[in-house]
């Protein structure tokens, strides 16, 4: 069984919703696995991650502060830093001489969709110690260390840093149309938090319309 990308978002909002994210978070949320996955990028399995995280309310930072966190253990939450990256409200700086940390961040691949627009030339992430170069119109990603590792990475101190030459590029799979079979777990776990978003049957809403009823089962 396969998932399509339409329906892997609008899954993805409801599970969001029902682990308990405000609507326009839980819209990033979507929108963000979706992007990654049409790049060939494991965005469901990081969503799926992040969220499982999010419910149990472990300790995160949803506001950017511009400075890390005194005990420089509770991660910042990668949909908001991205947003902020993306309105601005987190200023890249314009000399190539410098550079900006975000600190530490959970499940940093949720970063890649917001920053991959607004990273000024000459610029990178870096993950940990691993640089990840975001190249949009090509859809190319490079590397000097271990992508991979970077990527599914659950938290890990992220900068913005200037670059002056490219590492090797790591070159990105053609991506399917639709999510795989092999993601089917992480579904598992969307559609359990999309259940939570789900109003309760009573006998009132099925006597109205909602769900079997009586002249049903006939």
């Known amino acids: 069984m396969s998932w399509s990308l339409g329906e892997t978002r609008a899954l993805a909002l409801k599970a969001a919703r029902g682990a308990g994210m405000a609507w326009g978070l839980a819209?990033?949320?979507s929108e963000a696995v979706v992007w990654l996955q049409s790049r060939g990028l494991p965005g469901v399995p990081a969503l799926c991650r992040y969220l499982s995280a999010y419910q149990l309310q472990k300790p995160l930072l949803l506001k950017w502060t511009g400075i890390q966190h005194e005990d420089n253990t509770i991660p910042y939450c990668p949909l908001t830093i991205g947003t902020a990256i993306s309105d601005e409200a987190i200023t890249i700086p314009s000399?190539?001489?410098t550079g900006i940390s975000l600190g530490?961040?959970?499940q940093p691949i949720l970063l890649l969709p917001f920053i991959s627009a607004s990273l000024p030339a000459g610029y990178g992430l870096y993950v940990g110690?691993?640089?990840i170069s975001v190249y949009l119109g090509t859809e190319k990603l490079s590397s000097y260390l271990d992508?991979?590792?970077a990527l599914l990475a659950d938290e890990a101190e992220c900068f913005i840093r200037p670059?002056?030459?490219s590492p090797p590029n790591f070159k990105l799979k053609v991506p399917p149309l639709r999510v795989p079979d092999c993601y089917g777990g992480c579904i598992n776990v969307f559609n359990t938090f999309a259940g939570k978003t789900y109003a309760p049957s009573t006998e009132h809403s099925r006597s109205t319309g909602a769900g079997a009823?009586?002249?049903?089962?006939?």
């Open 27 to 29: 819209e990033e949320a």
């Open 95 to 97: 000399d190539v001489s």
């Open 104 to 106: 530490l961040i959970r």
């Open 129 to 131: 110690r691993t640089f």
């Open 147 to 149: 992508l991979p590792k």
């Open 163 to 165: 670059t002056r030459k």
């Open 213 to 218: 009823n009586s002249i049903d089962d006939d």
